[in-house]
């Protein structure tokens, strides 16, 4: 498993496999729409961000939610949202797991919670569309096929 550990907690239960798309929220929603967006059908998506403060992250979760993305996932992972929920935003603001679930829904979508990938040391480097496993009892994510040939 390369995302497991006392760290990484269970937002949603259930099991996933899917090509693994990590990615800056920001960077993503911006790509919405566009050519250069990626095809996130049936993927274990992966996200994270920095200095994006509650109501923008809120945004963005909804956004994801209204272009489709939330339905076309198999699951989702959330990485390090670094300097996102610093105590001057949290007074009136919900949090990221409040955020997440309500752009999730009853979808039956597993949802991961903390896994170290974002901007900060030790974040994990990771294949982009490798086939990759999301469980949560155990919670953890895994690669499943190498990604890079030898």
């Not at 509650?54 to 939610?65: A, G, K, N, S």
């Amino acid at each position: 498993s390369i995302a497991s550990g006392p760290d990484v907690t269970v937002l949603r239960h259930g099991s996933a496999t899917g090509s693994l798309i990590p990615a800056n929220l920001a960077l993503l929603c911006s790509l919405l729409g566009t050519p250069y967006a990626p095809d996130l059908t049936g993927a274990i998506l992966l996200v994270e961000d920095v200095w994006e403060v509650p109501y923008r992250l809120d945004r963005m979760f909804t956004q994801l939610r209204l272009a489709g993305i939330l339905d076309q996932i198999h699951g989702l992972a959330l990485g390090i949202f670094r300097r996102c929920f610093v105590p001057e935003e949290m007074d009136a603001s919900p949090t990221l797991e409040e955020i997440v679930l309500d752009a999730v829904g009853d979808r039956p979508l597993p949802i991961l919670n903390g896994v170290a990938y974002g901007h900060m040391s030790g974040r994990l480097s990771l294949p982009t569309g490798a086939l990759s496993r999301l469980e949560t009892d155990p919670p953890g994510l895994s690669v499943l096929e190498a990604a890079v040939e030898a």
